[in-house]
Nanobody
Framework: QVQLVESGGGLVQAGGSLRLSCAKS????????EGWYRQAPGKQRELVAT???????NYADSVKGRFTISRDNAKNTVYLQMNGLKPEDTAVYYC???????????WGQGTQVTVSS
């Protein structure tokens, strides 16, 4: 079994920064993409950032230039550095891992990020 344990969420003021962590209980093999999704109340889950196995990154337009996704292989952890936070960033953030083989996906339990005005 592999678990993704998220941490780092909390309450911050607009303009502040926060770093989310997604620690894997075990190293996951055959990874295609790692990333972060978020879901705000009453809204669909949306893709925030992705990190491909080759090191390429992609970001939602709404967070581009403010968020940075990275990984530390030695710690089996994926990070999401969030700077210049806005109230519209308020959501539950989920990390995920996409694999080439079954099981195809792993998901974290979610961590709440609340940005006040």
């Amino acid at each position: 079994q592999v678990q993704l344990v998220e941490s780092g969420g909390g309450l911050v003021q607009a303009g502040g920064s926060l770093r989310l962590s997604c620690a894997k209980s075990r190293t996951i093999s055959n990874v295609n993409v790692e990333g972060w999704y978020r879901q705000a109340p009453g809204k669909q889950r949306e893709l925030v950032a992705t990190l491909t196995s080759g090191g390429g990154t992609n970001y939602a337009d709404s967070v581009k230039g403010r968020f940075t996704i990275s990984r530390d292989n030695a710690k089996n952890t994926v990070y999401l550095q969030m700077n210049g936070l806005k109230p519209e960033d308020t959501a539950v953030y989920y990390c995920y891992v996409r694999r080439y083989f079954k099981p195809y996906e792993y998901w974290g339990q979610g961590t709440q990020v609340t940005v006040s005005s």
